[in-house]
């Protein structure tokens, strides 16, 4: 079984700054995808980026410019940096794990994030 360990969520004003850390329990294979999506209340989920373990990476359009996705692949962490935070990025957002030789795909709790105006 693999556990996704999110962090990094919390209350900022707008024009700030996050860091979302998502860490695996352990190596899940040579080719994931890893990466976040978010959903606000009332909303569907929506990609917010991904990044392969080839190196492609893949933005929502909402984001393009202001987020910045990284992976360690030695830690088994996905990284989501948020800058130039405005009100409607406030949502839960959740990692996400995708296994490409088994198509599994694996999702953490959850971590809020609320961006004040």
């Known amino acids: 079984q693999v556990q996704l360990v999110e962090s990094g969520g919390g209350l900022v004003q707008a024009g700030g700054s996050l860091r979302l850390s998502c860490a695996a329990s352990r190596t899940i294979s040579s080719a994931t995808v890893m990466g976040w999506y978010r959903q606000a209340s009332g909303k569907q989920r929506d990609l917010v980026a991904t990044?392969?373990?080839?190196?492609?990476?893949n933005y929502g359009d909402s984001v393009k410019g202001r987020f910045t996705i990284a992976r360690d692949n030695a830690k088994n962490t996905v990284y989501l940096e948020m800058n130039s935070l405005k009100p409607e990025d406030t949502a839960i957002y959740y990692c996400?794990?995708?296994?490409?030789?088994?198509?599994?795909?694996?999702w953490g709790q959850g971590t809020q994030v609320t961006v004040s105006s």
């Open positions: 996400y794990i995708r296994d490409l030789w088994t198509s599994i795909n694996y």
């Open positions: 990044r392969s373990s080839a190196g492609v990476t």
